[in-house]
């Protein structure tokens, strides 16, 4: 039995997967605050593991985070919304639950779960952009996951996009997560209506036909599509993969990022521009990447 646990800033989700990848069973769990021992965030991972595997031998389990894990898989260095610091997290986590573990970065994870199963199956070469509350990324480059010299690629969200922009989190400025993520959109209602709705409540508003929540998607979705049209002039992909909790509200995101994709694209009209899809695993994927890998390496 194979089993993927996803580890986000707010949830735990744990998954075993069938010998075609599919979902036969799901556990969920909360996840503790950055700030509470590491102790109580891998409890928590332990008891979605342990509601999956129900007492059944475990064969391996992948564990998907949201963190920056040193190449080899076997340290996480630094997860901005999880206490884990310089942990050995993979083999405190195989000890404790007596299977091998593989340990790999929660968009990494997706990536390889949309090439396996989901919206990049068959395209040997794609992006795959998750806009949550910022923006994660995949890299698929001829059938691979790309992972980077230092295990560090797809940090698409800290392009720099405007020169001299609006501050982000990590430090640097005009990151393009700042113009085209769930902040973003909370950012461009707040400034439009002077009202704090949140990412959700605005997608609900823009579903309904709310024309300031559309318009506020289509100054997002602008944004989405300059931000591919540079990552297309650096890879030439076949496809564009969009997903994250952002990217449900549908074509009122991905038309104008369509749009402007191709008036940024170099040679747009001498070339095949990729096509942009909806992600086909949502907030599973990273879960069922896990798993996935703990398959192919366990
Ligand atoms: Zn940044």
Known sequence: ??????????????????????????????????????????????????????????????????????????????????????????????????APVVLDNDAHCAAEAELANGAGRGVGSFLLVNIGTGIGGGLVLDGRVWRGAGGM??????MQVVPEGLACECGLSGCWEQYCSGRALERVVRVALGSHLDGPEVTAQAKAGDELARQAFATIGTWLGVGLANLVAAFDPALLVVGGGVSTVGDLLLDPARNALSRSLVAARHRTVPPIVPAALGSEAGAIGAALLARRQI
Request: net charge negative; hydrophobic share 40%.
């Open 1 to 98: 039995m194979y089993v993927g646990v996803d580890v986000g800033g707010t949830k735990v989700l744990a998954v075993e997967i069938s010998e075609t990848g599919n979902v036969v069973r799901v556990a969920r769990d909360s996840t503790p605050g950055r700030g509470d021992p590491v102790s109580e965030l891998e409890d928590a991972l332990t008891r979605a593991v342990e509601a999956v595997r129900d007492g059944r031998p475990l064969t391996g389990v992948g564990v998907s985070a949201a963190a920056l894990i040193e190449p080899s898989g076997e340290t996480v260095r630094f997860a901005p919304h999880l206490p884990w610091r310089e942990e050995p997290v993979r083999e405190r986590l195989a000890t404790r639950w007596g």
């Open 153 to 158: 690629s797809g940090e698409f969200g800290h």
